[in-house]
């Protein structure tokens, strides 16, 4: 069984900058897709970028596009969302996950999360 451990989040003026990190353990996470989620107060969870196994390829949602940059190191089972730019309205608990296909955009797909890591932007 795989688990995932969010971890990075916290409080931040906007304009600022988090990295958060998402380790894989349990066993290795070979050939599959990593994604980043969020949710926001009182909203449903939303993707926010994915990036397929090799890292050659990523997708982001329209919302975060050149702002947040999503990064592997597959040597540590991890992944990462290096959030730039932050605004009020990316406050919400981020998670990531892992599929076998690529790019991942629906939240529904997944049957389990991990305890997620909450970032809050004050503006």
């Known amino acids: 069984q795989v688990q995932l451990v969010e971890s990075g989040g916290g409080l931040v003026q906007a304009g600022g900058s988090l990295r958060l990190s998402c380790a894989a353990s349990?066993?290795?996470?070979?050939?599959?897709?990593r994604a980043w989620f969020r949710q926001p107060p009182g909203k449903e969870r939303e993707f926010v970028a994915a990036?397929?196994?090799?890292?050659?390829?990523?997708h982001y949602a329209d919302s975060v596009k050149g702002r947040f940059i999503i990064s592997r190191d597959n040597a540590k089972n991890t992944v990462y969302l290096q959030m730039n730019s932050l605004k009020p309205e990316d406050t919400a608990v981020y998670y990531c996950?892992?599929?076998?296909?690529?790019?991942?955009?629906?939240?529904?797909?997944?049957?389990?999360w991990g305890q997620g890591t909450q970032v809050t932007v004050s503006s």
């Open positions: 996950n892992r599929a076998r296909t690529y790019p991942v955009t629906s939240a529904t797909t997944f049957a389990s």
């Open positions: 990036i397929n196994w090799s890292g050659g390829s990523t």
């Open positions: 349990g066993r290795t996470l070979s050939g599959y897709a």
